[in-house]
Each structure stands twice: as structure tokens, then as C-alpha cells.
């Protein structure tokens, strides 16, 4: 039973981003167990949570239900789904409307909030925007307009890690540090609270390149040293050099998922800046 994959599927009468947010948080937590998120969003209709629930197999994964849905009869619906079928089931919206509930008096409207109209939707798109826009050193903006801006050697997370905080809004630009090359002359211009280094594990490192090798069927970036381990041990120690020139925290990204490393990364640029404003 161990072996057998966690799904946690989503109802939700929108696009389930909040449920799916929270269901990645609470599987950071079973580093041991394959857990899959499957939604089912734009739940609107007790015949579209049938096929929803009928896409669930039991017999073959262990399945627990997370819902984000507003409608009463809806609510009730799923609840009543779950009991008759046995699956444990958490209404990540109940608590919180009780509790708004118990602090206003006031019952709650049961309006579907349409995700993508909120008020930081259009930051989150120009965010998003920034991030795509200036990756990997591919700078259309200059540097001082970024939020934020990641340094390190190539495959250390710097891409997938500013599109996500690109998702949360903030522009954030990554820049690879290459021994040998120049860096671009623009970080001399950015705010030092904005500036967030990476590193990793040399091991884990050769590993990730090795089979960004193979599955680019190139055997040309190996010859430079691009997967020696000897060779990556020395490239680590020269970007470290220039990560402590620019007086930068660096976040060993080695076992943190990408939920943790943005939330540090945010937590380490917040208090820099603050400290930066206080001097």
C-alpha cells in the first residue's frame, strides 16, 4: 500500500489554482510517496461532479478530494459524493468563510471569484511577462526595472524558479555565470537587495546536465567540461567568488522544491530591502 500514488483531485467552480497551491504544499510534506494533483475546475452542475467523481479509481490510488467551491448546493453535493464513496475530503474554503463569518455577522455572498480578474491580476501578467522576457541573460529590459534578479551556474534552477515568481509578481530576471565570460556590466547598476544567488550540489549538478546532454544528443558541451565533476567543482568556487563580489545570500537549491526556494528567495529580498530603507 505504501507504493501506491496519492491523488489529490480538486473541485472547484473556478480554475483551481488555490487548491492546487495548498494540495503542493501539503505533498512537500510526503517526500516519500508519489503524489499526483489532478483538477476538475469550472464545477458548476451536480452532473459535472459525477463525471468528475467517476474519473476517480480508488482500486488504483489512494485518493483524497480538495474542494474550492462557493454554491451551497454544490458544497453539499461534493461533501455528500466523498461520504458515499468513502474518500477523505478537505473544503479548503469552509474554515476560512466561517471564520470572516464569525468576525463580520454576515453570511458569506456564494459569488464564484473569477480567478484572473483579481486586483493583481494585470501585475502578475506584466510579471510574468518580465520573467519570460529576461531569461538567461536574454535582457529586453534593464536590470534596475526586475524585482528581482537570480545569479548562477546554468542548471541550477534559475528559469523555472523566476517564471514562478514571475507568477507570484515579481519581475524577476536570472543572469548564468559563466567562469571565463564577462559579466553583463548592468549588475553593477542594480539595487543590491534586489540580487538572490544559486547554487547546487556539484553531483546533483552533473547529474542534471548529463541528461540535459543526452537528451539534446550533443556531445559537445560534455568535451568543455560541461558534466566533469572536477570541472563543475571549480566553476562552483569561481561563481561563488563573484556572488560574494556582489555581496549576495546564495540558496543551495539542491532539495528545496520550488514553492520553498521562491519563498525564501522573497523572504531574503523583502528583509534586505528593508534593512536597505533603514540605513
Request: net charge negative; hydrophobic share 40%.
Amino acid at each position: 500500500m505504501i507504493d501506491t500514488p496519492i491523488e489529490v483531485h480538486i473541485i472547484a467552480d473556478s480554475t483551481g489554482d488555490t487548491a492546487a497551491r495548498v494540495a503542493r504544499a501539503a505533498a512537500a510534506q510526503y517526500v516519500d510517496s508519489e503524489v499526483r494533483i489532478i483538477r476538475h475546475p469550472r464545477q458548476s452542475t451536480v452532473e459535472g461532479l459525477h463525471d468528475a467523481f467517476a474519473r476517480m479509481h480508488p482500486e488504483r490510488s489512494r485518493i483524497v478530494v480538495f474542494s474550492t467551491v462557493v454554491d451551497e448546493a454544490l458544497r453539499g453535493a461534493v461533501a455528500q459524493l466523498c461520504t458515499e464513496r468513502g474518500l477523505p475530503h478537505a473544503d479548503l474554503l469552509d474554515q476560512a468563510l466561517v471564520a470572516l463569518k464569525a468576525a463580520t455577522g454576515q453570511d458569506p455572498s456564494r459569488v464564484v471569484h473569477p480567478v484572473g480578474v483579481s486586483d493583481d491580476y494585470f501585475k502578475r501578467v506584466q510579471a510574468m511577462e518580465f520573467s519570460i522576457a529576461n531569461d538567461d541573460g536574454n535582457l529586453s529590459n534593464h536590470l534596475r526595472e526586475a524585482d528581482i534578479v537570480l545569479i548562477g551556474v546554468s542548471r541550477s534552477g534559475k528559469t523555472p524558479l523566476s517564471m514562478y515568481l514571475g507568477y507570484l509578481g515579481y519581475k524577476t530576471a536570472n543572469i548564468p555565470l559563466v567562469p571565463g565570460l564577462p559579466v553583463t556590466t548592468e549588475l553593477n547598476d542594480v539595487q543590491r537587495w534586489k540580487i538572490v544567488g544559486l547554487t547546487i550540489d556539484p553531483e546533483r549538478l552533473a547529474q542534471i546536465r548529463t541528461r540535459r546532454v543526452r537528451a539534446l544528443g550533443s556531445s559537445a558541451v560534455q568535451r568543455d567540461g560541461y558534466t566533469d565533476l572536477v570541472t563543475i567543482f571549480d566553476e562552483l568556487d569561481q561563481v561563488s567568488a563573484i556572488q560574494r563580489h556582489f555581496g549576495c545570500p546564495v540558496i543551495d537549491t539542491t532539495d528545496l522544491a520550488l514553492e520553498e526556494a521562491a519563498g525564501r528567495v522573497i523572504e531574503i529580498v523583502q528583509k534586505r530591502r528593508e534593512s536597505s530603507r533603514g540605513r
